[in-house]
C-alpha cells in the first residue's frame, strides 16, 4: 500500500498524477514490491504458475463487460490518432477472448525455468551444467495496444518473472482493467499480485523514475515507435531489449508464382495494416513486371492501399503516388505502401540492407536457388519463403503471445516469448576438488 503521504500528494496533484517528490517515492515502492515478488516466483513450481495463468484467462472471461467498458473510456477520450492507431486501441470480444486464449496456450507450453542447456564432465570430476533461471524483474514499456498487458504480464509469470507495466496514455484504463483481471489469477493461486504491476499514472516523469531503477529492474523492454525507442535506448541505466520499427519487405521474385503472389502481397500488407509485421515496401523483380506487377497495384488499390512507386512502378498505373527516398525508409502502420522495382534478387537484398529495420522479410518465388540467397544473405530477425510478412507473430511461432520481435542480436532475436524471458546460471557439483 502507498503510504499516507503519497496518496495525499497524489490527490492534491489530480486523479492518477502525482506530485514530482511523490512518484519517486512511489516508483521506488512499485520497485521493491516487485523484486520481493520475483523472489518468490523464481521458485514457484510449473503447477503453480500455470494455475494461476489458467485463473487469469478465466478472469479476463468473467471481467469481459468491465474491461470493454474500461477500453469505450479511452476510445472516448482518444484525439489525434490515425485509423491505424485506433485500431490497435480498440478492444471487442473477440479481441478479450483472443487474449483469453493466448493465455491458455502459454499454460500449454513447457516451463522454461530450470531446463538444463549443457552439461560438461570435467577431468577433475566436477559437473557442470547451464540451467535456465528467470531474468528477475522486467519493466516494459509500450504504446497504445492493450492486448500488450495481457501478454506481457501472463509470458513473464510463465517465465517466472515479475513485471512493471507502463503502457500508453491512450490505453490507460483499458490496461488497468486487464490488470486487475491478471492479478485476480495471482490470488487465486496464491502467488503474489505484485507479480504484475501497472504504473498507476500517465505522467511522462514515470518512464524517467523506471529507467533509472537500476536496484529493482533487471531488463527493459520498450514496444513502440521509432521516439520511444530512442528514448529509452538513451536514457535507460538497465539492459534494454529492443523491440525496434518493423519496416518489412516482400520482394516478388521473376520466378514466383503469380496467384501465389497477389494472395501473399495482399496480406502482407493489409491484413492488419497497424501491426508491426505489416509489409510496408513492395520489390518486384523487373524479369516480371509486366506479367506480375500490374496485378499487385490493382489488388493493392482495390483492397483500399494508397501506392507509392518509383518510375518504372508509376508507368504502370496512375493511381500509383511518386515515392521519396524517405518511403524507403518509413513504417507506415497504415494502408499505404512503397512499392520498387529491382534488378533481381541481389537488388532486392541490396535494398533491404539500406533502407530496413532488420525485422521480417520475405521472397515469394519457386526459385530455390534464390530463395537460399534471399534467406543466407539477409541477417533480419525473421526471413521467410512463400509465406506472409504477418506471420512475424510470437503466436503464431507457436509461443502463446509475445511482448515484442527483438530486433537486436544479444540474448533474443525475433518473437520474445516465454523462454526468450529467462537467463541462464551454472550449477556446478564436486566431490570436494581443490584447485592446484
Known sequence: ????????????????????????????????????????????????????????ATALRADRAAILAANARDMA??????????????????????????????????????????????????????????????????????????????????AGNAVILRGGSESFHSSGAIVASLRRGLATA????????????????????????????????????????????????IPVLAHLEGNCHTYVDGAADLAMARRIVVNAKMRRTGICGATETLLVDRRCTATHLPALIDDLARAGCEIRGDAATQALDKRVKPASDADWATEYLDAIIAVRVVDGVDAAIEHIRRWGSNHTEAIVTEDAAAAERFLNRLDSAIVMHNASTQFADGGEFGMGAEIGIATGKLHARGPVGAAELTSFKYVVRGAGQVRS
Do not use: W
Request: hydrophobic residues 45%; aromatic residues 2%; positive net charge.
Open 1 to 56: 500500500m502507498a503510504s499516507s503521504s503519497v496518496a495525499s500528494q497524489s490527490r492534491a496533484a489530480g486523479p492518477n498524477e502525482f506530485a514530482s517528490d511523490a512518484l519517486g517515492v512511489e516508483m521506488a515502492r512499485i520497485g521493491r514490491a516487485a523484486r520481493a515478488a520475483a523472489a518468490e516466483l523464481a521458485t514457484a513450481s510449473t503447477a503453480i504458475k500455470n494455475a494461476a495463468l489458467g485463473a487469469a
Open 77 to 158: 477520450a482518444a484525439q489525434g490518432l490515425t485509423a491505424a492507431q485506433t485500431d490497435r486501441l480498440r478492444l471487442d470480444d473477440g479481441r478479450v477472448e483472443a487474449m483469453a486464449r493466448g493465455i491458455d496456450d502459454i499454460v500449454k507450453l513447457d516451463d522454461p525455468v530450470g531446463r538444463t542447456l549443457a552439461t560438461m564432465e570435467r577431468p577433475n570430476g566436477l559437473r557442470i551444467q547451464r540451467v535456465t533461471t528467470p531474468l528477475g524483474v522486467v519493466g516494459i514499456i509500450y504504446e497504445s495496444r492493450p492486448n500488450v498487458t495481457a501478454d506481457a504480464g501472463a509470458l513473464c509469470l510463465k
Open 190 to 237: 496464491g502467488l503474489p499480485q505484485e507479480a504484475i504491476q501497472l504504473v498507476p499514472t500517465r505522467q511522462r516523469e514515470a518512464v524517467g523514475h523506471l529507467l533509472a531503477m537500476t536496484e529493482f529492474v533487471d531488463v527493459i523492454v520498450p514496444r513502440g515507435g521509432k521516439s520511444l525507442i530512442e528514448r529509452v535506448q538513451r536514457e535507460s541505466r
